[in-house]
């Protein structure tokens, strides 16, 4: 569901559910913070990429090999501002 929000370009839906399954009790995996990282990156929504990091630390067992994982196959797109 949080994938399909991002892809919408839903994003505060997908941080609202987020934030909802959070406060339901509903810990989230290293799937839903991959989609969530990935498509946050995409939209150039820093901040909020660097929350979900930070909650990798809460909810993962291991949060800084996950996002070593994360890093090294799903590499940052540069991107090029064109005058």
Known sequence: ???AYLRADMIEKAMQTYEKMKAAGRAPNEFTMMILIRNLEKAG???LVEFV???CVEYLDSPKKFLEEVDRKYPKR???DLV
């Open 53 to 55: 990091k930070r909650d």
């Open 78 to 80: 540069r991107s090029v």
């Open 1 to 3: 569901m949080l994938g």
């Open 45 to 47: 929504e820093k901040d």
